[in-house]
């Protein structure tokens, strides 16, 4: 189980002292698809770095499993099981497909057999990828794929996804949101996903939406969809020029 508990961060620039999150507290328990969504910069990637050990809280305590791991690096909570799907995964020139997924095992020997079951996973071929570098010659939703079997591989137990549909056609989002359903419906992992798109949102346990740095809603998609939706069409001028015109 993650628990955040009254997370904070300030930052300093030419404008003075910036709240990015202000005092926010989360629960998360094991096997469950939590959703962060909400206005552009109201502080959901942030939150997600500071999950991750990217960012250092100004305020507040990060309990994961029953330990404190606020002050632990990146590679301490990654090897505690926590990993992190960039908005734009790197590419690695002169790395293959199959390189990266044994390095994210651990297994030196990984076999094709395993390496075809977490490619399968996210809708890729084996024989197809395996070799192939991880470079500009792959597409923006290939290279999101590969990056989501690496954390398969890995064995995480809690991922954390930053806007995976961004930079992504529609038949790969399509089969993303394939992905995160199964590896909810085995609950071989706990996710974090941040993300505007209504497919990703309506999968979740729980939607937490974040505004201004603050924790505005939470609860399931039935009970907070309707909400997002309000305050959508709430702040659309064109919207609001209809129901004046009624």
């Not at 961060?9 to 998360?28: F, P």
């Not at 079951?117 to 024989?127: F, I, S």
């Not at 999968?203 to 309000?230: C, H, N, T, W």
Request: with cysteine; proline share 3%; aromatic share 6%.
């Amino acid at each position: 189980m993650l628990e955040l508990k009254h997370i904070s961060y300030t930052v300093h620039d030419a404008l003075g002292e910036q709240t990015i999150l202000n005092d926010v507290s989360v629960t998360v328990p094991d096997g469950k698809l939590v959703v962060f969504t909400g206005p552009n910069g109201g502080g959901k990637t942030t939150l997600a770095k500071v999950i991750m050990g990217l960012v250092t809280p100004t305020d507040g305590e990060i309990i994961y499993n029953g330990k404190n791991i606020t002050g632990l690096d990146i590679t301490e909570r990654a090897r505690l099981g926590i990993s992190y799907g960039f908005q734009q995964p790197p590419r690695f020139k002169g790395i293959t497909v199959r390189d990266l997924l044994t390095i994210a095992s651990g297994d030196d020997k990984l076999s094709k057999d395993k390496c075809c079951r977490y490619l399968t996973q996210v809708g890729l071929c084996a024989n197809d990828y395996l070799d192939r570098e991880v470079d500009v010659s792959l597409s923006g939703g290939e290279v999101k794929r590969i990056e989501i079997a690496t954390l398969l591989a890995r064995g995480s137990e809690l991922m954390i996804f930053d806007e995976p549909e961004a930079g992504i056609d529609l038949w790969s989002f399509a089969r993303l949101t394939e992905t995160f359903e199964e590896i909810h419906r085995t609950h071989s992992a706990t996710m974090i996903i941040i993300s505007h798109q209504e497919r990703i949102i309506r999968l979740a346990d729980e939607i937490i939406v974040l505004g201004g740095g603050e924790l505005q809603y939470r609860g399931s998609a039935d009970e907070i969809f309707p909400k997002i939706m309000a305050d959508t069409l709430g702040s659309c001028p064109v919207m609001t020029r209809k129901e004046a015109g009624k």
